[in-house]
């Protein structure tokens, strides 16, 4: 079984690539959501914001309904040291943007967590922080000041400046990115798809293992055997790198694991470490192996393909 060969170009990060066009970004509800987390600062008194898209086709409707949602699960919940909501306040910013601020935690009073949610044209953008010993206000005004750097993506080669999710791109003056995309297909005989990349700004560990070496020592010590496909030195993203293809074979199940990524060690915003999965075949809610309908070629070929298509994003920055 094969795979189709129409693509569609995506932008993720500071790069593009080129996927089937029946790929999907996949969007996680708020309370989970965490596409790229920026970091602020170089020291012990760092700051983070969580960046993620929730939806790419909110209305204001929609929008206002999810915001609605997300704030009568956090009243549901209590926070034990207050004796009260989870939920400490709601409030409505310029047209289309709405602050939640609630405990972070359901055990302590004096940390919140704080969410700026956005409608940026049809997408609807989180951006969330934490704030401690009575900094909340400085928390939020950080929140105000980064959402007005996110902006719609009207085509993916032409994203301009910052780190692309997808249908936006946030240009924010980070010290460090950290993030992870995800994307689910299928082929043509409706067999599941996963596709992951994530890519971080961290100086790697001179004495890191590379990923041939990681990732079978982890296999001998699961027990697992999978047949390896192929393995060995690989160009990704404009930079060298390992890959590792195998195939998982579980009563009478195939599924494919296919795993990449860049070698170096020093790092920058334009040049980051970056990692790629794909997965065939996936379990079932109730645990149910359900295989894959590519044979190793063509997993290989779509593979391949993706590959070969990462590459630096112009104008990126």
């Known amino acids: 079984m094969s795979v189709t060969h129409n693509?569609?170009?995506?932008?993720?990060?500071?790069?593009?690539?080129?996927?089937?066009?029946?790929?999907?970004?996949?969007?996680?509800?708020?309370?989970?959501?965490?596409?790229?987390?920026?970091y602020f600062g170089k020291d012990e008194n760092f700051k983070t914001v969580d960046v993620a898209v929730i939806s790419d086709k909110a209305s204001p409707a929609a929008f206002a309904g999810a915001i609605k949602q997300r704030a009568a699960a956090l009243s549901a919940k209590t926070n034990y040291e207050s004796n009260s909501s989870m939920l400490v306040a709601e409030q409505p910013l310029a047209q289309g943007q709405v602050l939640l601020r609630y405990y972070a935690s359901p055990d302590v009073a004096d940390s919140y967590a704080h969410e700026l949610h956005a409608l940026v044209g049809s997408v609807h953008v989180i951006l969330r922080t934490n704030s401690f010993n009575g900094m909340a206000e400085q928390a939020e005004d950080r929140l105000k000041a980064l959402v007005a750097q996110v902006r719609a993506v009207p085509e993916p080669s032409q994203a301009g400046p910052g780190f692309c999710l997808?249908?936006?791109?946030?240009?924010?003056?980070?010290?460090?990115?950290?993030?992870?995309?995800?994307?689910?297909?299928?082929?043509?005989?409706?067999?599941?798809?996963?596709?992951?990349?994530?890519?971080n700004t961290f100086v790697q560990p001179a004495d890191e293992p590379s990923l041939i070496a990681r990732g079978e020592a982890n296999l001998r010590g699961l027990g697992a055997d999978p047949t390896l496909l192929k393995k060995g030195k690989v160009q990704l993203a404009g930079a060298a790198g390992e890959q590792w293809l195998g195939r998982f074979d579980e009563d009478g199940s195939r599924q494919h694991g296919f795993y990449a990524e860049t070698d170096a060690k020093a790092v920058s915003r334009q040049h980051p470490k970056v990692s790629v999965k794909l997965f065939t075949g996936q379990q079932s809610e109730s645990g149910e192996a359900l295989g894959s309908k590519l044979d190793d070629e063509a997993a290989i070929q779509l593979w391949d393909s993706i590959v070969v298509s990462m590459r630096q994003r112009p104008g990126a920055g």
Do not use: M, W
């Not at 993030?179 to 996963?194: K, S, T």
């Open 7 to 38: 693509v569609r170009t995506h932008c993720v990060g500071r790069f593009l690539v080129d996927l089937p066009d029946n790929f999907k970004q996949r969007y996680l509800p708020a309370a989970d959501a965490n596409d790229v987390t920026l």
């Open 166 to 199: 997808g249908p936006v791109v946030i240009a924010a003056e980070s010290d460090f990115e950290e993030a992870g995309l995800r994307f689910n297909g299928v082929d043509e005989g409706g067999g599941p798809i996963g596709f992951e990349i994530a890519t």
